[in-house]
């Protein structure tokens, strides 16, 4: 009885199956059909969203904003998943619009070959951007390479080159072109990706560029008298070379001036390790005619000695306003020459720049620099601290390394960093970091810093600063006159200055408002103290002055990954300080703040990213 009503139930389940008794072709032809229903309901349903609305022009203008983006790192590692084109996979309507749009596609991605070739059919007669980094992993050459070359064909309608590859490579590339004319070219940028080659690249030199204003060469030897240096539309131009290159491409005055002065308009001129030295110049100096770049804000010069940067500095005038980086290894000679030229940049009554930001480094590696900076960030205005004097002037930032011995300091090298702060315009300073300098006497402090009225932060960081702080804690007369001595307990000589005058009435840098300490030993002594005890002492006697003898208390102390510091040297400075302590709890021991070896300056690295 019970299979009977079973079988009564599949009879009844049959009946009411459309499918039942089909044939399995006739199933997949329903399957089919309904699967076209879903999605012309599903397209019908995205139509009515919101971003459907958009018109194709909007979307198009969305999609060339963010390829124009610069790319990340994720980028660069997976581009099928982070690169803009993901749009064309979205929704039919977005590929549509994708692919009718020539402007998208004018920036090609050689890291995808087969969208590479897509690129440069779908951009039609766009402007192209060619721009490809590659180091050599084997001996072949890449299919992203050859792409490349296949994109240097369309020559005529190129406005960017952008290559960073080995010389091999780059001679290969632009040995193919056939047709050196490229009326559109803007910038050009060629680095040879194996900083110990120099490599001559003659085709490149060639190139017919009337609208070049960007030239960026890396390790490339230089045709001075080529057309692409002398056509006279430059606005920027950056030539140079790797110290671990075993040749370099020098230039002589006669070969460099003549570019300089065919390019009036250059705004930026960036020269590394390009002049020889100035003892391998000609002996009998040669008469140059003086070129004049009015319109330059921005100029660096990397050399062997300060010498080739005076020798450059007799035939060259440019703007006081200007930004500028000078680096050389050895300004033992040509110190006062060299700081004549760089210091009216930083004097606004020269026409120069207000400098409220200094940073003072030291090195080992046998470096010595000096620029004026913008871009860079000022700290922010700690709490408890008073209100930040603004001045109507772009205001610079000042970085000067100096190199030093590793355990008496270079009398010159201190020198170098007086003389800056002796510049008749650079009083205007707010903000003082000290980085990875020797402990300078507390004389030499006092009369760096004794007319610096409007600093209100100080940054210590990775050096012997306790003679810094027993020089803030000095009191000064208003009526104090530095005077010169023959030379002092300290071993600086000839040159340096005490302080003689009225009674005392205030402490240095009376606005200082927030200490910031980074790596310091705290056990560190000097001048008869421990850093510790000399950061009590200033504390408890900038809270103790009070307001009618110009005393100022502290606002704000931050202490990071300092040496041999302890909670009750925290509780101690919270007792004593008006204001907050702001501790990261880190306590380091052994510190190695002053090893040689850390005191490493790279000039190739140095600010040239803010330029």
């Known amino acids: 009885m019970d299979e009977l009503s079973s079988y009564h139930r599949f009879i009844e389940h049959q009946a009411k199956d459309p499918a039942a008794g089909m044939s399995l072709e006739q199933i997949d032809k329903n399957i089919y059909k309904h699967a076209k229903s879903l999605q012309q309901l599903a397209f019908r349903r995205n ?3 919101p971003v459907s609305c958009l018109p194709p022009e909007i979307l198009t203008r969305i999609f060339t904003l963010l390829a124009s983006r610069p790319p990340s790192s994720q980028v660069l590692s997976k581009p099928r998943r982070y690169l803009w084109i993901r749009v064309v996979h979205v929704c039919r309507r977005w590929r549509r619009a994708a692919i009718g749009c020539p402007a998208l596609w004018t920036r090609v991605v050689f890291s995808l070959p087969k969208w590479a070739r897509a690129m440069l059919t779908l951009s039609k ?6 721009s490809h980094r590659a180091t050599r992993t084997s001996g072949q050459y890449p299919r992203s390479v050859k792409i490349v070359e296949s994109a240097l064909q369309h020559l005529q309608r190129i406005r960017q080159i952008t290559l960073e590859l080995p010389s091999s490579w780059l001679q290969r590339l632009f040995g193919t072109i056939t047709d050196p004319s490229a009326p559109l070219l803007e910038n050009l940028s060629v680095s040879i990706s194996e900083c110990h080659t120099i490599a001559p690249i003659n085709k490149m030199f060639t190139l017919d560029a009337p609208s070049l204003h960007t030239l960026q060469l890396s390790n490339c030897v230089v045709e001075w008298d080529s057309r692409i240096l002398h056509h006279g539309r430059l606005l920027s131009l950056q030539i140079s070379f790797s110290l671990l290159a075993p040749t370099k491409s020098t230039a002589t005055l006669s070969q460099l001036l003549p570019v300089l002065a065919r390019n009036p308009n250059l705004q930026t001129l960036i020269l590394r390790n390009v002049l ?3 003892s391998s110049q000609p002996e009998t100096p040669v008469d140059y005619s003086p070129v004049h770049l009015s319109q330059l804000t921005s100029f660096e010069l990397a050399c062997e000695d300060s010498l080739t940067v005076v020798e450059l500095a007799r035939y060259l005038s440019i703007p006081a306003s200007s930004y500028f980086g000078l680096t050389c290894r050895d300004a033992s000679e040509g110190a006062d020459p060299l700081l004549s030229f760089a210091l009216p940049h930083c004097d606004p009554g020269l026409g120069g720049k207000e400098i409220r930001t200094v940073r003072l480094s030291g090195t080992s590696s046998g470096w010595f620099h000096i620029g004026c900076y913008p871009g860079l960030a000022e ?3 700690p709490e408890g601290s008073k209100p930040i004097r603004r001045q109507s002037r772009a205001a610079g930032h000042l970085l000067v390394t100096c190199r030093f011995g590793e355990n008496p300091f270079q009398e010159w090298s201190a020198r170098f960093i007086s003389r800056v702060f002796g510049t008749p315009g650079l009083t205007t300073l707010e903000h003082i970091h000290v980085e990875r300098l020797p402990d300078l006497p507390s004389e030499v402090w006092r009369n760096l810093l004794r007319h610096q009225v409007h600093i209100h932060t100080i940054e210590l960081s990775k050096c012997r600063a306790t003679s810094f702080l027993i020089a803030l804690n000095t009191r000064i007369g208003d009526g104090d ?3 010169s001595s023959g030379g002092n307990e300290d071993g600086l000589g000839l040159g340096f200055e005490t302080l003689s005058g009225s009674t005392p009435t205030h402490h240095l840098l009376p606005n200082l408002g927030h200490l910031s ?7 560190d002594e000097g001048g008869g103290t421990t850093f510790s005890d000399a950061l009590s002492t200033f504390l408890r ?3 103790g002055s009070s307001v009618s003898n110009g005393g100022t208390a ?5 202490i990071r990954k300092c040496y041999n510091v302890s909670t009750e040297d925290v509780e101690h400075f919270r007792d004593v300080l008006v204001g907050t302590v702001d501790w990261d709890g880190v306590v380091k021991s052994g510190p190695d703040v002053m090893n040689p070896r850390a005191l490493v300056y790279d000039p190739t690295t140095s600010e040239e990213e803010d330029f």
């Open 47 to 49: 139509g009515l969203s």
């Open 125 to 130: 007669a766009n402007p192209l951007v060619v």
């Open 276 to 278: 020889p030295e100035a």
């Open 379 to 381: 700290p922010s205005k």
């Open 481 to 483: 006159t530095p005077t």
């Open 517 to 523: 300490l980074e790596e310091i030993d705290f056990n």
């Open 541 to 543: 006697s900038r809270n």
């Open 554 to 558: 502290l606002g704000s102390l931050t």
